[in-house]
């Protein structure tokens, strides 16, 4: 099995920036491909970022693409999501999840493993 537990969300006013991290336990050796999601209230869970085990490989949804950057420390089990320009479209709970798999996917039906989530609030 293997835990995730994020942090750093809170309240940010429009035009600002946050990095939240996904801390990663137990069976971490799988957790090949990792990625963070997002659900506002009313909507169904989205899609963010990926990133490939080592890194190299990253994507990102069209609505955050040159606005957030997607990274992880492996020696640290720690995954982040540094996001700017931050709107209040971006307000929502983020969720890091975690696969097996060696490639990308943008599908939360293709993720085992999920944190709790951590609010991020956007004021205009």
């Known amino acids: 099995q293997v835990q995730l537990v994020e942090s750093g969300g809170g309240l940010v006013q429009a035009g600002g920036s946050l990095r939240l991290s996904c801390a990663a336990s137990?069976?971490?050796?799988?957790?090949?491909?990792m990625a963070w999601f997002r659900q506002a209230p009313r909507k169904e869970r989205e899609f963010v970022a990926a990133?490939?085990?080592?890194?190299?490989?990253?994507y990102y949804a069209d609505s955050v693409k040159g606005r957030f950057t997607i990274s992880r420390n492996n020696a640290q089990n720690t995954m982040y999501l540094q996001m700017i320009s931050l709107n209040s479209e971006d307000t929502a709970v983020y969720y890091c999840?975690?696969?097996?798999?060696?490639?990308?996917?943008?599908?939360?039906?293709?993720?085992?493993?999920w944190g709790q989530g951590t609010q991020v609030t956007v004021s205009s």
């Open positions: 999840a975690a696969r097996y798999g060696l490639t990308i996917r943008t599908s939360p039906r293709e993720y085992a493993y």
């Open positions: 137990g069976r971490t050796a799988s957790t090949n491909s």
């Open positions: 990133i490939n085990y080592s890194g190299g490989v990253t």
